[in-house]
T-cell receptor, first 116, second 114 residues
Framework: AQTVTQSQPEMSVQEAETVTLSCTYD???????LFWYKQPPSRQMILVIRQEAYKQQNATENRFSVNFQKAAKSFSLKISDSQLGDAAMYFC?????????????FGKGMKLTVNP | DSGVTQTPKHLITATGQRVTLRCSPR?????VYWYQQSLDQGLQFLIQYYNGEERAKGNILERFSAQQFPDLHSELNLSSLELGDSALYFC?????????????FGPGTRLLVL
């Protein structure tokens, strides 16, 4: 089974600064999908960004970008120009697919604090 | 707003009871997933349905069951509730399921078992 590891349980960043959240995963597949989800205090799970393993280009969504290192099985999230609204739990997830079924395998999450 | 709805938002019940959580997927989505988020287990996949049929099962207890109806809404039934079942239960949906699609999550149902 695939596993996802987020080794830093908490991080903090100053408003307007840049922060990088780390994630590693384990898989024997060559084609797969990775996601970052954000969970603010409302507890809603919000999709931040998605990366397809066969694409060499790192995904970006406005202030959010990833550094995808396939050989190292690393998938970090960079948040630029951090805003107070970025404060949340962030979860890295691997999409496990098998014979028409799918499930997300999540890391334990990381709590991001944004200081004004 | 993801377009996935879940009811109720909060549920407080007693041990031994049975509850039903309801989920309506995004318009056009055929696949529904249930996840449990608890303090000790984190976010765990429970079960996937596609167009009324069960597709995949995860760490779902025998006391729990689910189904997806012809109108594509889904229900998660939790019975003989224990204190440890207190958690946030999420429903997610995707268009097909099985084609490496993004799953969009509902707001969750917070269950407290006393």
């Amino acid at each position: 089974a695939q596993t996802v590891t987020q080794s830093q349980p908490e991080m903090s960043v100053q408003e307007a600064e840049t922060v990088t959240l780390s994630c590693t995963y384990d898989t024997s597949e060559s084609d797969y999908y990775l996601f970052w989800y954000k969970q603010p205090p409302s507890r809603q799970m919000i999709l931040v960004i998605r990366q397809e393993a066969y694409k060499q280009q790192n995904a970006t969504e406005n202030r959010f970008s990833v550094n995808f290192q396939k050989a190292a099985k690393s998938f970090s999230l960079k948040i630029s120009d951090s805003q107070l609204g970025d404060a949340a739990m962030y979860f890295c997830a691997y999409l496990e697919t098998q014979g028409g079924s799918e499930k997300l395998v999540f890391g334990k999450g990381m709590k991001l604090t944004v200081n004004p | 707003d993801s377009g996935v709805t879940q009811t109720p938002k909060h549920l407080i019940t007693a041990t031994g009871q049975r509850v039903t959580l309801r989920c309506s997927p995004r318009s056009g989505d055929l696949s529904v997933y249930w996840y449990q988020q608890s303090l000790d287990q984190g976010l765990q996949f429970l079960i996937q349905y596609y167009n009324g049929e069960e597709r995949a099962k995860g760490n779902i207890l025998e006391r729990f069951s689910a189904q997806q109806f012809p109108d594509l809404h889904s229900e998660l039934n939790l019975s003989s509730l224990e204190l440890g079942d207190s958690a946030l239960y999420f429903c997610a949906s995707s268009v097909e399921g099985g084609y490496q699609e993004t799953q969009y999550f509902g707001p969750g149902t917070r269950l407290l078992v006393l």
